[in-house]
C-alpha cells in the first residue's frame, strides 16, 4: 500500500499535502520556537516566583504572544 501523504502525485521527491518538505521544515522550525520561548518564560515566572503568569503561559497557547509580552515587558532586565 502507498502512503500518499508524503508522495508527489507526479512521483516526483518528497511532499507534504502536496507543498513539498519546505512546510514541514518550516512547521518544525515555528514549533521549536514556540517551545523554547514558552519554557524561557515560563523558567523565569518560576524563578521570580508568579504562580499567576506561571499558570497563564502554561495553559494558554497563543504561538509565543504571550510568552513574549512576558519576558519583554514584565520581566524587568537585570542591570
Not at 30 to 59: P, S
Request: charged share 15%; aromatic share 16%.
Amino acid at each position: 500500500m502507498t502512503n500518499y501523504l508524503f508522495q508527489h502525485p507526479w512521483g516526483v521527491g518528497p511532499t507534504f499535502l502536496g507543498f513539498g518538505a519546505a512546510p514541514f521544515v518550516l512547521l518544525l522550525l515555528v514549533v521549536a520556537v514556540i517551545t523554547a520561548l514558552k519554557g524561557y518564560a515560563l523558567w523565569n515566572a518560576a524563578k521570580r516566583d508568579e504562580r499567576g503568569w506561571f499558570i497563564a503561559l502554561l495553559i494558554v497557547n497563543t504561538l509565543g504572544i504571550l510568552e513574549i509580552v512576558y519576558l519583554v515587558f514584565v520581566v524587568k532586565k537585570k542591570s
